[in-house]
């Protein structure tokens, strides 16, 4: 027996770099221009993004709208 794994979709969150504008992984550092990047800077602007098609999704959205997958 198999277990069949579907990889399931999650909801990425990436923020805006407030240095270059790219969306990046909410992460210690932009891996587009190397800022330095403050995870409770009140002026970062979370994006939620489908896993699968990088589509915009909502924050608790149940699935994506562009592909269908759910999270
Ligand atoms: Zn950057
Ligand atoms: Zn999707």
Do not use: Q, W
């Not at 999650?10 to 504008?21: A, V």
């Not at 891996?31 to 098609?53: F, Q, T, W």
Request: a negative charge; proline letters at 4%.
């Amino acid at each position: 027996m198999s277990t069949e794994e579907k990889s399931p979709g999650y909801i990425d969150i990436l923020i805006e770099c407030n240095f270059c504008g790219g969306l990046v992984p909410d992460d210690f550092e932009c891996i587009k221009c190397g800022a330095e990047l403050l995870e409770d800077d009140p002026e970062a602007e979370l994006i939620y993004v489908c896993s699968v098609c990088r589509a915009d999704v909502n924050e608790d959205a149940a699935y994506c709208s562009g592909c269908g997958t759910i999270f």
